[in-house]
């Protein structure tokens, strides 16, 4: 049975990628994880170099030990055996990457490994890239002017050949300079040697650990742009889940976490893996996980997060080959869990709720539509389609001044059933847009359908210098009042909510709360966004207390009700190419809640709500 512990997955992969066959990794592994005592850092580490190393070592003994004798010429036929053999002949080098760890550059002539067809070591060829056809450049909303879909003159919208990989004159698979060859040198040495469980230099490092020199260099605004950085050697990223055998504690992200089981009924074989490996009984992990079916995204391309699910491709950048962002399931839509009620029919929209005899693009109309009657008789969007600076404004205050509407009974109170009905705690006022739908007479491109568009700026997920995690940011520059995202998750029930922060808590739950302060909710309408495993880019968006640069904006589009809306991103002030994307999660770094998951904040605002304080937890949820 085909193993399907990711780790092992990840391993196996690796191997083949190596050119070594399963067969022979398999016992290898096994017994690697017991010598190591379940330490997968120590086995990942410099792209599994350890194992590579004791698979020839495993051969060797089969052999005899012939090999460790014979001279150059057997070698030949190994070509991964190289990698303990100092670039000979310059077919087989160590090339140091900017994270320290050496990549292995090898000579398609020479290597005995496949030339073409997702060689490892022909990024060019890489399967990665060659999927699908390329997407249409984003159009940012500047641009978009006059034509919302037209591809922009970005210079970014192309992506660059990342450095590192082979350029069509192959001049990477050149033999290198004598100092890159003895600094090669030096990191296969360093394979050479068994590796000790007990050396506490190779544990596994945490995000604000990692190699902070190298993190200045995607310092937001001041970063180079990402084809200046140095990416993973391989064409094919290894994924490196975290660590399964230590508790996150909150200096780490959340996302960072091991996905959740993504379906009750897949709960029980998830956990039976997760706990195994938590307690530490590895044993015989391989050939337990290989029984066990656990259901996780493969990890994406770094060319697009999106894995192709957006209309503008979303890459990924990272430091170095250990840093991959956490697995998850890109979703460019909401989607419900199980229990939440979203009426979407037609029926429910009612003539006032829309503009059936419209054509073409109602912004542009003299006489503004009847989908205006929600915005206070006009569109939210300007012809450029960006939100109105009045409009904005507004908006921007309603979230600054903090000004609540309160539930007669709150969801977020009953879904506790501890017996203890506590008053509503508030839930923040909100201005809606209303933007035109399938009911509507005008068409797709109407100035009136800006959300339902999708993303259409080119974005960027990177890895934050200060600590955060993972983030987002722009490659381009965005006006004022410009569409980014929406959040895009599960769409579950605040019981449902509940229920998964027993199990483990989240950081990030939006609650489509605008509405509960008009009257009693229904249980099965009390709805939330829930993005740990299934999401879209919005979730890699941090904190900023007070002044981000995004501010969220409930928008309706396809249910009058607004028990359900889309939670939407358009930027506060204008943005520069290569700044971080960040919005309020609206947390209270004073309260007590504790439901969810804690973070010290380095948001870096000077209006900072959780300055020199510590231990403080996260009072109401991000949208309350
Ligand atoms: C929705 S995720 C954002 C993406 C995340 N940084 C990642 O690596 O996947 C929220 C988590 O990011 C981290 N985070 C977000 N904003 C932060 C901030 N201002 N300071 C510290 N950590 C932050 C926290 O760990 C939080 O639990």
């Not at 890239?129 to 879909?149: D, E, I, Q, V, Y």
């Not at 893996?273 to 992990?285: L, P, T, Y």
């Not at 890459?315 to 979407?344: C, E, G, K, R």
């Amino acid at each position: 049975m085909a193993p399907s512990n990711p780790k092992v997955i990840a391993a196996f992969r690796a191997m083949t990628n190596l050119g070594i066959h399963e067969s022979k990794v398999k016992p290898v592994l096994k017994k690697l994880i017991k010598l190591y005592e379940g330490n997968w850092a120590l086995i990942e580490e410099e792209n599994y170099r350890a194992l590579v190393d004791a698979i020839f070592e495993d051969e060797d003994n089969q052999e005899g030990g012939v090999e460790a004798e014979a001279p150059a010429p057997v070698e030949q036929v190994r070509p991964l055996k190289r990698l303990r053999l100092r670039g000979q002949d310059g077919q087989f080098l160590l090339l140091p990457t900017s994270g320290g760890s050496p990549s292995l550059a090898v000579s398609p002539v020479k290597s005995g490994l496949p030339t073409s067809g997702g060689s490892p070591t022909s990024p060019a060829s890489s399967p990665l890239k060659s999927r699908g056809s390329p997407r249409s450049p984003a159009s940012s909303p500047l641009k978009s002017r006059g034509s919302p879909t037209s591809p922009a003159s970005s210079p970014l919208k192309s992506p660059k050949p990342r450095p590192g990989t082979v350029t069509e004159s192959g001049s990477e698979l050149q033999p290198q300079s004598p100092s890159v060859l003895s600094r090669g040198n030096a990191a296969a040495d360093k394979g050479k040697n068994p590796v000790s469980p007990l050396d506490t230099s190779r544990r596994r490092k945490s995000i604000s650990d990692r190699s902070p020199s190298k993190e200045q260099a995607v310092e937001p605004g001041t970063s180079p742009s990402p084809k200046t950085k140095t990416p993973h050697p391989y064409p094919f990223i290894i994924p490196k889940a975290e660590p399964i055998d230590e508790e996150a504690d909150y200096e780490v992200p959340i996302s960072m976490v091991f996905p959740e089981p993504l379906s009750p009924g897949e709960q029980g074989n998830n956990d039976a893996v997760a706990s195994q490996c938590r307690n530490g009984n590895v044993e015989d992990e391989a050939s337990v996980a290989s029984q066990v079916p656990v259901s996780l995204p493969s990890p994406s391309d770094p060319d697009d997060i999106t894995k192709g699910e957006e209309k503008v491709k979303i890459p990924w950048v990272n430091n170095s080959a250990n840093d991959i962002p956490p697995l998850f399931h890109y979703m460019p839509q909401n989607t419900v869990f199980q229990d939440a009620y979203v009426n979407i029919s037609l029926s429910c929209i009612g003539n006032k709720d829309c503009c059936s005899t419209c054509m073409g693009n109602c912004v542009l109309s003299s006489k503004p539509c009847s989908c205006v009657n929600k915005t206070g008789g006009d569109f939210a969007y300007t012809a450029q389609g960006i939100v109105k600076e009045e409009f904005l404004e507004e908006c921007i205050a309603n979230s600054r001044t903090q000004s609540f509407t309160y539930c007669k009974k709150c969801p977020l109170e009953t879904a506790k059933n501890d017996g203890c009905l506590e008053p509503c705690k508030g839930h923040l006022k909100r201005k809606f847009i209303k933007e035109c739908w399938s009911k509507c007479g005008c068409g797709k491109h109407c100035g009136n359908r800006i959300v339902q568009r999708g993303i259409t700026c080119n974005l960027q997920v990177f890895l934050t210098s200060d600590g955060k995690g993972w983030g987002l940011r722009t490659l381009e520059e965005l006006p004022k009042g410009a569409f980014v995202c929406e959040f895009v998750g599960e769409i579950l029930t605040v019981k449902e909510l509940h229920e998964k922060n027993k199990a483990r808590k989240y950081t990030l739950p939006v609650l489509l709360d605008a509405e509960w302060g008009s009257g009693v909710v229904k249980d099965n309408q009390a709805l939330c966004l829930y993005a740990a495993s299934y999401g879209n880019a919005a979730r890699f968006i941090n904190h900023r207390c007070l002044d981000a640069n995004l501010i969220e904006i409930p928008v309706e589009i396809e249910s009058p009700s607004h028990h359900y809306y889309h939670f939407a991103f358009f930027t506060s002030r204008e943005i520069k190419a290569q700044e971080e994307l960040t919005w309020d999660y609206g947390i209270d770094f004073d309260g007590d809640d504790q439901s969810l998951e804690l973070f010290k904040c380095k948001c870096g605002s000077r209006f900072c709500r959780n300055i020199k304080r510590t231990n403080r937890t996260v009072r109401s949820f991000a949208a309350a």
